[in-house]
C-alpha cells in the first residue's frame, strides 16, 4: 500500500467554483503534512503546511483528520492561476516526505 | 540566488554511460534530500542526508546509484551504467531539519535525464 494516496484528478472547474481535494495516508505516526504545488514541468513548491487545528491561507483551507488519516485541501473562488498539479505530502519523524502521485486541477473561463 | 540550485537543468546520454548531478542547497540547511519523478507520478524518494552523512536510501536506489555529500555542503548523484527507465526528472530538496512542521522542503529546479 502506497504511503499517500491521491486521486490524480483530473478535476477541471470554472473560475470562481470551489474544489475540495482530499488525501490519505496510511501510517498513523505520521507527524507533519503538507500541501505542494505544482506547475507543468517545474519543481514542487509549498502551498501550505497542515495543523491538526486545520489552518487557512486566503481562499485555500487545509484540514487534517488524524482519526481517519486524510488530509485536505479546499480551494474557493478558483482563479486561472490555480490550474496545477497539488501534491499531498506526509512526513514521518520529519524525516522522510512521501509524496502523493498528485491531483491536477484545471480552472477553465 | 539563495535557492536551490541544480546543474545541470538537462541531460541527454546515452544508454551506458555515467552521469552525475549536482545540488547545492540553501546554505544554513541541513538536509538534503534527492527525489525521482516520472510523468504523472509524485517525487518518489531515493536518499537523504543529514549534513555529510547519509542517512537513509530508498529500495529504488539501486547499485548503480551512488550520492554523496562530502562536506556536508552540495551533493552529487551518479548513475552509472544508465538505462531507458532511468529517465526521469531528478530532484533536489534541503530543509533546515527542525521537527514538526517547520521541517519544510524547498526543491531545486531539477535535473532532467533522457537517457536513449
Known amino acids: 500500500r502506497k504511503e499517500v494516496e491521491q486521486d490524480p484528478g483530473p478535476f477541471n472547474v470554472p473560475e470562481g467554483a470551489t474544489v475540495a481535494f482530499n488525501c490519505t495516508y496510511s501510517?498513523?505516526?505520521?507527524?507533519?503534512f503538507f500541501w505542494y504545488r505544482q506547475d507543468c514541468r517545474k519543481e514542487p513548491k509549498l502551498l501550505m503546511s497542515?495543523?491538526?487545528s486545520g489552518n487557512e491561507d486566503g481562499r485555500f483551507t487545509a484540514q487534517l483528520n488524524r482519526a481517519s488519516q486524510y488530509i485536505s485541501l479546499l480551494i474557493r473562488d478558483s482563479k486561472l492561476s490555480d490550474s496545477a498539479t497539488y501534491l499531498c505530502?506526509?512526513?514521518?519523524?520529519?524525516?522522510?516526505?512521501?509524496f502523493g502521485t498528485g491531483t491536477s486541477l484545471t480552472v477553465i473561463p | 540566488d539563495t535557492g536551490v540550485s541544480q546543474d545541470p537543468r538537462h541531460k541527454i546520454t546515452k544508454r551506458g554511460q555515467n552521469v552525475t548531478f549536482r545540488c547545492d542547497p540553501i546554505?544554513?540547511?541541513?538536509?538534503l534530500y534527492w527525489y525521482r519523478q516520472t510523468l504523472g507520478q509524485g517525487p518518489e524518494f531515493l536518499t537523504y542526508?543529514?549534513?555529510?552523512?547519509?542517512?537513509?536510501k530508498s529500495r529504488l536506489l539501486s547499485d548503480r546509484f551512488s550520492a554523496e555529500r562530502p562536506k556536508g555542503s552540495f551533493s552529487t548523484l551518479e548513475i552509472q551504467r544508465t538505462e531507458q527507465g532511468d529517465s526521469a526528472m531528478y530532484l533536489c530538496?534541503?530543509?533546515?531539519?527542525?521537527?514538526?512542521?517547520?521541517?519544510?522542503?524547498?526543491f531545486g529546479a531539477g535535473s532532467r535525464l533522457t537517457v536513449l
Open positions: 501510517n498513523s505516526a505520521s507527524q507533519s
Open positions: 546554505s544554513e540547511h541541513n538536509r
Open positions: 497542515v495543523y491538526s
Open positions: 542526508f543529514q549534513n555529510e552523512a547519509q542517512l537513509e
Open positions: 530538496a534541503s530543509s533546515l531539519g527542525l521537527r514538526g512542521g517547520a521541517n519544510v522542503l524547498t
Open positions: 505530502v506526509v512526513s514521518f519523524i520529519g524525516n522522510q516526505f512521501y
